[in-house]
């Protein structure tokens, strides 16, 4: 059976039951994606606010109390075992990558479920905007900017932005579909001008694969979902997040 | 001097010198006022999980972090001193209403700041919408809706929501103003019927003073910054609100 047939529901099934531990792109499609923070309690009020004042790279699909792991946006979920893969952090460094994090499940973890661009992509893609980086199976290219977010507690740091090249033609409207999401980070926040935002080279992403950019075409960039991650791995954080790529499925649809 | 015709920043001066006490209503017309709830560090995480999860009533302006009293949103402010009157809850009593706050503060306080409906008011009354409890010069009116927020850890409660008669052909520029500002309560959230809210007597409302409904006029509802105040009480917290109608003066416009 084809899992990018499955229901946000089976899918997640398929999961849990130790069967699938790929990426989520094209998986349930039309269905809201989420990235995933865990984080203890006691930072709990300040990832909170962070994302409260950051919500261009931070858009919140919604917040789970200490203990709980069954979303509203997923009843019957658990996320502790729903996602293809996880990362455990620990001081900053990378720990373990797992495929099930019941184990390590406390009572004073919060679960973070943060918006995903596969949400705006999908739209473009309908609206008859191509995407580079899906028409060539690559996952999209990520920058650390020089764009400072706003600071909350012990969190602080730059925002990640994704990059997918637009013809010019293409990009008011590109503006136009993406606006219509502000839960998965919305309008971009800068077009052209790499510069601009500390990108010496296009070709040398610091996260995801890099694309051309042909002529006629403009780099057009994102608050990216990677920034909360980053910035709590560089605050050396005890946390568990999402594998890259491997996003929990939630059961509405990113039609709004 | 007219303390209508003052900046935010002088009207905030004349509040901290102890030489105004009466409510804000038409202060330093254009420019954002704010509810104001003081929470203990323990509660805040579920307060702003709370206002995340209810953003209608609980439209964010700024959260301090604790022990902050100066607001990015009014550079050189002291919500301590700055509002013209403040209420003290114990065990989700009054137990005093000041003039000033600063002898009981503490570390560990954390202050949010509630859009609040004097925003979208000046709009509408700009597009020529007459709103009847300014004309007359009274509070608006505030009802205990049948509308339960969604719960996040200690609060929970039903929604409180102001009602203002607008006239059934203004009632739809009504709304499109009012969804241009999603800080302040946005949308109305019911139009007409107010018995679908829980609502049995207009004339009788929980909170402010009660307006008549003329022929021709819908009464419609908003979501209203009362709730917070209300859901905080409820859970018998101690916390510190403004008092009633003397919000807090901030230094951005409406308009955005």
Known sequence: MDPKRLSPRDFRALCRAGRYAGATAGIAPGHV?????????????D????????????PLVEV???????????????????????????????????????????DDLVTFLIGCSFSFEAALIEAGIPLRHVAQGRNVAMYRSTIDCVP???FHGPMVVSMRPIAARDVARTVEICARF??????????????????????RPDYGDAVDVEPGEVPV???????????????????ITHAPGKMFVADPLNAR
Not at 47 to 58: A, G, I, S, V, W
Not at 67 to 74: I, N
Request: net charge neutral.
């Open 152 to 154: 909350a507690g012990v």
């Open 47 to 58: 990832f909170l606010l962070f994302c409260q004042r950051n919500p261009k790279p931070c």
């Open 221 to 239: 960039f994102w608050a990216c979902g990677v920034t909360p991650q980053a910035v709590a791995v560089a605050a050396r954080l005890p946390c």
């Open 64 to 106: 789970l109390e200490a203990g709980r792991w069954e979303p509203v946006a997923a009843p019957g979920a658990d996320i502790r075992s729903d996602l293809p893969g996880y990362r455990v952090y620990r001081d900053g460094t990378l720990v373990d990558e797992v495929a099930d994090i019941t184990a390590l499940w406390r």
């Open 182 to 203: 502000p839960q998965v980070h919305g309008a971009p926040i800068h077009v052209g001008d790499p510069a601009a935002l500390g990108i010496r080279d296009l070709a």
């Open 33 to 45: 994606q989420a990235n995933l923070m865990i984080v203890s309690r006691a930072a709990a009020f």
